[in-house]
């Protein structure tokens, strides 16, 4: 996807050369008149342009390493688990399969009970299996700023964001964070730096304002959120408030099913909630886990609300 930005320069003034000059009057013997030269309008400095959002790398050999998936389209288990995952998250955003497409479908929180359940994980791996897509691109937006982890996974550099973005008094055109990486269909929004009113700026208009420009200058993105997880912050029930989709990640083994239930209630705005069970041998689909097992480390169902 390349989002640079379209340069304008503008010029102001206009040549005089259409000025008629001074009559020459030396045949009635006066002196020569002196030519009168053109007076221009004072020079205007031209409008600087803006400057081309920066292109970031991936090393995809080190992702493939890490086990994460990359949009050649490997077939290895985990994109076969996260190709299943993606669908429905697909069909609710762009309306398919007979559906009609949820509100806010394009946007799409992944979160988690509590850290090192494998969220960022879990995010990456999506992002790269919908870049695989043909019709779709991403934009993965760190939302998680006070632990933020895609730029580690990704192997890019930490820089402004997301909290830049929200806390300057004249935002920026949109297009200056959302930065073009080398997979062509996969961009980055960097959460930026720590700022000590994170859940305020969150919760601000110009939030609201970001993702509404975010729909329009990115029709066909699905925009992915790696969110703080729901029971160490605020932060994240304010990014789900903006939500159309969630996932939900559940380390097996270690999360306690009642954390899970509890993170899940502190959910209010959104109805559609995907579970992953992450690094789990064998899907348990009996009591909470509702759904269907895919392969030997993941689950996705959706959670029964009320």
Known sequence: MSSLIERAVARL????????????ATRDGAAPAAKSTPQRPPATPPVPAATPAETLHIDLESLRAA???????????????????????????F???????????????????????????C??????SIAAERDHKIILIDAD?????????????????????????????????????????????????????????????AMGRLLDELSVSYPDS????????????TESRVVASYMGQIVMVVEAGKTP?????????????CEVIGLV?????KLETQGYYQGYGYGYGYGYGQHPRG
Do not use: C, Y
Not at 222 to 233: A, E, G, K, W
Not at 277 to 281: D, F, I
């Open 222 to 233: 699905i925009l992915i959120f790696d969110s703080p997880p729901l029971l160490v912050t």
């Open 13 to 24: 003034g206009e040549t005089a050369s259409d000025n008629p000059e001074t009559v020459d």
């Open 67 to 93: 086990g994460v998936v990359t949009p050649s389209g490997d077939q290895t288990p985990t994109f076969a688990q996260f190709r299943v995952i993606k669908r429905p998250l697909i069909n609710n955003a």
């Open 145 to 205: 700023v006070a632990r933020p982890a895609v730029p580690r996974m990704l192997g890019i550099q930490h820089g402004e964001g997301l909290m830049e973005w929200l806390a300057a008094d004249s935002p920026p055109p949109v297009g200056q964070i959302v930065l073009p990486t080398n997979i062509e269909s996969l961009s980055v929004i960097r959460a930026g730096h720590r700022h000590d009113h994170a859940t305020e700026l969150l919760a601000s208009d």
């Open 257 to 269: 099913r009642e954390s899970v239930i509890e993170a899940l209630a502190t959910i209010e705005s």
């Open 123 to 128: 995010a990456a791996n999506l992002a790269m």
């Open 95 to 121: 309306g398919r399969a007979g559906n009609k497409p949820l509100p806010n479908g394009k946007r799409v929180m992944v979160t988690s009970a509590f850290p090192g359940e494998g969220k960022t994980f």
């Open 277 to 281: 069970l992450n690094k789990a041998q």
